[in-house]
């Protein structure tokens, strides 16, 4: 932060002000407009937040004309190549990495708290067996509020913190019942002996006639997709969050809310619509066909999994998911007719001047259904994936705004486009 004033002088609107300057320690600085319309009766305009910055982070750091993204500074392709998932969890709520005690610390809590009340297992009972995962995930996770009001006080740092835990903890052990439900199959409880991604392939795919034997190739592939879905700075599901969150409701209320807005295609959706487009366009020879209606504006359709608010260069995520697809795939099986079929629609789309002029390149969810594909991931589970992942962002937002005593309730302001004032009219005069 500094003490630099930026003029806002506009005579023929009655504007004369001088608004502070503030600097991040990295990237572009802001306007302080905090104070613009006590000072000036004016709210800014900004729609989709493309130039509004809603709050001060230290949490991650995305410079996207570069393709940067860190956790707490640490560059993403370090934490993917070197890091685990508990301890990339760790570093995002508490702001460093852990010693070798405070990982195992951190680590026997988590994988302690796995285990759901029996009350809110019965709650599955409600669901059609065809419901959408997603659509429990936002019930169930919600509903965990209903169970702990013991550590609800959002005002008691120790109450946060086994919150943010119980949340990381039991997200897995909800997300693998979804699908049970989903197939028929009873609930199987977690392992508190197995790893964080370990125990939930086990979830997933263990029956109680059979022990699921996780291989350790598939143990580290989701354990590199958490890691990069971890967080991602102010996206629409944290921000969703944040919003939640500095009403003062409860956190198990807000990460239902955050899961809510990441169903969206646009958001967490997206992986899942990569993989229906990529069965829908079958074959390369069909690409060009569906590279012309993504650039057709009178045509809905969009490449899933290209573009990015932030990103205007090669998505890092992506990058990585990308070069880890060969050997996950190799391993699994030889011939990947989707990955092959993906890398040649990217190969296509980047030479296209329509995706070259707008910087429209592959997003982290390009790649990441294909390889959660060959993990034996259904499709309708992908964004509950991302939502396990993104959870510790999440609660590391809630535990970092809640924790500013500066932090209000968010607000934001509108421009009115409705009627003036009109007076009531009887029914029959209508
Ligand atoms: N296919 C075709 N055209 C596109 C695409 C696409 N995937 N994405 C953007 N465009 C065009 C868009 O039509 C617009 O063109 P014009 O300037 O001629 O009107 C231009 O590019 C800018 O697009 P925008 O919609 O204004 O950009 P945005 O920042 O509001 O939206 C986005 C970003 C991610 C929602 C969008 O690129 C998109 O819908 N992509 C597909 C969905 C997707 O993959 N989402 C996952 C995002 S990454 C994971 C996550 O963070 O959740």
């Known amino acids: ?39 000036s009766g ?28 860190r956790y707490r500074g640490y560059p993403i392709e370090q934490l993917a190549e070197y890091s685990d998932f508990l301890e990339v969890a760790y570093l995002l709520l508490y702001g460093e990495l852990p010693t070798t005690q405070e990982y195992q610390e951190f680590s026997h809590i988590i994988l302690h708290h796995t285990m759901l009340n029996q009350g809110l297992l019965r709650f599955f009972e409600g669901f059609n067996y065809d419901a959408h995962p997603m659509a429990m995930m936002v019930g169930m996770a919600g509903s965990l509020s209903a169970f702990y009001h013991d550590s609800l006080d959002i005002n008691d740092p120790d109450h946060r913190e086994i919150c943010a835990h119980r949340m990381i903890a039991k997200m897995p052990t ?27 392939l086990h979830m997933m ?17 989701l354990n590199l997709l958490f890691i990069l879905h971890a967080d991602h700075e102010q996206n629409a599901s944290t921000s969703t969050v944040r919003l939640a969150g500095s009403s003062g409701a409860n956190p198990f209320a807000c990460v239902a809310a955050g899961i809510a807005s990441l169903w969206g295609p646009a958001h967490g959706g997206a ?20 590279v012309a209606k993504a650039k057709d504006k009178d045509d809905p359709f969009r490449l899933m999994g290209f573009g990015h608010r932030v990103y205007k260069n ?18 699994q099986v030889n011939d990947n007719p989707l990955f092959e079929l993906a890398m040649r629609l990217e190969e296509i789309a980047l030479q296209d001047e329509y995706f070259v002029e707008r910087q429209l390149y592959p997003n982290v969810d390009f790649y990441s259904g294909i390889i959660y594909r060959a993990l034996g991931i259904p499709t309708t589970m ?24 500066a932090h209000r309730i968010g607000r934001p302001r509108q421009l009115y486009v409705g009627h003036g004032k009109r007076d009531y009219p009887p029914r029959a005069q209508r």
């Open 382 to 405: 992908f964004t509950v994936m991302f939502a396990i992942a993104r959870t510790t962002g999440w609660v590391s937002h809630w535990m970092e705004m809640i924790g500013d005593p």
């Open 1 to 39: 932060m500094n003490d630099k004033l930026v003029k806002l002088n506009r005579p023929d609107a009655g504007v004369d002000l001088d608004l502070p300057l503030l600097e991040g320690s990295e990237g572009p600085d802001v306007f302080d407009i905090s104070r613009l319309y006590r000072d």
């Open 205 to 221: 795919f263990a029956t109680p006639c059979e022990e699921y034997k996780v291989t350790p190739l598939a143990e580290r592939a």
């Open 174 to 200: 909800i997300a693998a019942a979804t699908y049970k439900h989903n197939i028929g199959e009873p609930i199987i409880y977690p392992r508190n002996d197995l790893s964080y991604c370990a125990n939930f």
């Open 314 to 331: 090669y998505d890092p995520r992506a990058k990585i998911i990308r070069s880890v697809c060969h050997e996950i795939l190799n391993t």
């Open 42 to 69: 004016m709210f800014t305009f900004d729609p989709g937040f493309l130039s509004t910055a809603s709050c001060r982070s230290a949490i991650t750091y995305i410079d996207g004309d570069q393709g940067v993204l």
């Open 271 to 290: 992986n899942e619509a990569v993989i229906a487009m990529l069965d829908e366009i079958g074959s390369v020879r069909n690409i060009e066909k569906y």
